[in-house]
């Protein structure tokens, strides 16, 4: 036989119960016959499309026509010569065909039908109707009746929507409505009826049964059907099409020979450039950004462990020795009654007590039970984004990672939150008062590549930087060693002895008449707060720093509020070689939050 695989499509809405013995009987049936192909069964019918050879089809169909309900069963037939189903579902399911409109019966009160002569009588005579199509947008693409309208959906359930659109004045003329096999006509009749349309009319059997029994009059194209075959034409044989698992749309021969066809992956219809692909990335990622810092993740009140390492130095002494030596702005009194109050605990939990004697490398944490963080500026911009790193534009005042008073409103959190289940990792630091580019990986791989780059001084930085007073030279270094503790306020100090090595470069780029000065900055080592404790240290603190200020004195304040003057140091541009392409990649931002009131232009 030349085409032993028979293809049949049906559907009937009846009320059907028992639904889930029913479901065992034909997972039985259908594995004994070895046939293929998807079954849905629901308590208001079945619809069904299934492949195999002729008898054993016969056998399902005799099976079927024997459940209450389903005597009425009439499959349409067609032949191939391959299976075009891959396996056997039997599902039961809330509606054999996606509506969720409620009050809809097919089975007692159904629009009216027309026959496929009829139709075309209708159509030879020219009849005044409209033809409306209530397919899917890749199903019209294959083909539809000449001058019918093309609702545009993407999914059946957005029809009834589209209706509601359609110009009062058709609810008084004839509307043919027609689908591939006549089951979503079945819902949307009985729809556009219950809107005030008078003159519905659904093509019985749909465009398959109309091939059957007309052929092409009056159509354009094939017909696309839900299998391995794609599409049909009007006698019902295979057609050439192909489709795209991305996004659905049946592809003709020319289409399949497009470079942008890749199986399984693109086609010319769905295809995008990976800048554009990044647009549309970034834009969600925006979105999600805006749900999470709507209400800041810090900003309601929450119980707070605030972790707490412990120093070599202080290793040996009591909890209360400790805390109050690493925290001397408050008193040693204020931490014993937070001590006796049960408010410090081990990474277990377990409650300490002032003179719990502690070692190096522990971590305790204080409980704030009602703490609520300092705002932020949640002005975060991703300006790039692939399969393995981000680069971030952060605003400022925004810490990095939890410290101190700020757990849950930092970049850390936020960014954890908005790329679930993923963590991205920062791979270097920015103060939370500064502003500009950030360089996060998505996994830990990635992160230890950039990571290393940066230990190596292979990452090229550069800073955008305004400064009190003129530094006489238009390029000059600093070499100072900064401290690697931190003084009062977590501030870091020049540490000719036992600090740690550092090195800036600076470049002048333009002197201002109100005797300040933009810089570029380019550190070489990566020291905490290097940039600033350098400038500081040579006489010229940045414009906006309240921590380091004129005369080498130093404020008492870190982090700045959202509506305080802003700290004049923005991290420009990045230079490292990318993880996955292992090619030179370097990145600038956008102008600096705080040059537009310097009236200059700055090359970025």
């Known amino acids: 036989m030349q085409n032993p695989i028979v293809n049949i499509s049906s559907y009937l809405f009846a009320p059907l119960r028992n639904l889930k013995t029913l479901r065992q009987d034909l997972i039985a049936l259908c594995e004994a016959e070895k046939l293929k192909g998807t079954i849905l069964l629901s308590t208001e019918g079945i619809n069904l499309f299934v492949a195999g050879p002729d008898e054993k089809i016969e056998r399902l169909v005799s099976f079927l026509r024997k459940v209450p309900g389903l005597e009425a069963l009439k499959p349409k037939y067609s032949r191939n010569t391959y299976q075009p189903f891959n396996r056997m579902l039997v599902k039961i399911k809330k509606e054999i065909i996606a509506f969720g409109v409620k009050d809809i019966d097919p089975a007692h009160k159904p629009a009216p039908k027309i026959s496929a002569q009829q139709l075309r009588q209708w159509l030879d005579e020219k009849k005044p109707l409209t033809l409306l199509d209530t397919r899917n947008d890749y199903e019209v693409k294959l083909g ?68 059957e029994e007309v052929g092409s009059a009056h159509y354009e194209g094939d017909c696309f059907v839900f299998d391995g075959r794609v599409g049909v034409d009007p006698a019902l044989a295979e057609t050439p099409h192909k489709m795209c698992f991305a996004c659905l749309s049946p592809l003709t021969v020319e289409d399949q020979k497009a470079p942008t066809y890749v199986p399984g992956k693109t086609c010319p219809y769905c295809f995008k450039k990976p800048e554009e692909k990044m647009r549309e990335r970034i834009q969600s990622r925006h979105e999600s950004l805006k749900k999470v810092t709507a209400v800041l993740p810090g900003e309601k009140p929450y119980q707070q ?166 530094p006489p030279e238009n390029e000059f270094s600093c070499e100072l060693p900064i401290s690697a503790e931190t003084g009062d306020v977590g501030a870091r100090n020049i540490d000719p002895d036992k600090g ?103 090359p970025q």
């Open 305 to 470: 462990r605030r972790p707490i390492r412990v120093p070599q130095a202080f290793d040996g002494t009591t909890l209360l020795e400790c805390v109050s030596g690493i925290l001397k702005h408050i008193e040693p009194e204020a931490w014993k009654a937070e001590m006796d109050g049960g408010l410090f605990e081990t990474e277990e939990g377990k409650k300490v007590g002032a003179s719990h004697r502690v070692k190096a490398g522990e971590r305790y944490f204080h409980l704030l039970p009602h703490a609520s963080e300092p705002l932020v500026n949640r002005d975060i911009q991703i300006c790039y984004e692939d399969e393995a790193i981000i680069v971030v534009d952060k605003p400022a005042p925004l810490p990095v990672h939890p410290s101190g008073r700020f757990q849950r409103n930092t970049l850390q959190y936020i960014l954890t939150e908005v790329y679930r289940p993923q963590v991205p990792k920062a791979v270097h630091r920015l103060d939370a008062n500064t502003t500009g580019l950030l360089l996060i990986a998505k996994t830990k791989t990635f992160a230890a590549f950039l990571q290393k780059q940066f230990e190596q001084k292979i990452v090229e930085k550069s800073y955008l930087v305004k400064v009190e007073g003129h």
């Open 500 to 602: 740690l090595p550092a090195l800036t470069h600076f470049k002048v780029l333009e002197r201002l008449n109100d005797g300040t000065t933009l810089l570029e900055a380019n550190p070489v080592t990566g020291r905490t707060n290097q940039i600033r404790v350098h400038l500081w240290s040579l006489g010229f603190p940045i414009c906006g720093d309240q921590l380091y200020l004129a005369d080498q004195k130093l404020g008492k304040t870190q982090t700045l509020a959202p509506d305080e003057k802003p700290l004049c140091l923005h991290a420009s541009r990045l230079r490292f070689v990318h993880p996955v392409t292992r090619n030179k990649f370097e990145i600038e931002s956008k102008k600096a939050p705080w040059l537009g009131a310097l009236g200059t232009s700055v």
């Open 144 to 211: 539809t009746f000449k001058n019918a309208v093309d609702p545009n959906i993407k999914h059946f359930r957005d029809f009834p929507k589209f209706v509601q659109s359609l110009p009062e004045k058709m609810k008084e003329e004839p509307i043919v409505m027609f689908c591939t096999g006549g089951i979503r006509c079945e819902k949307a009749g009985p729809l556009m009826e219950n809107l005030g349309f008078k003159n519905i009319f659904q093509l019985d059997g749909g465009i398959l049964k109309y091939f």
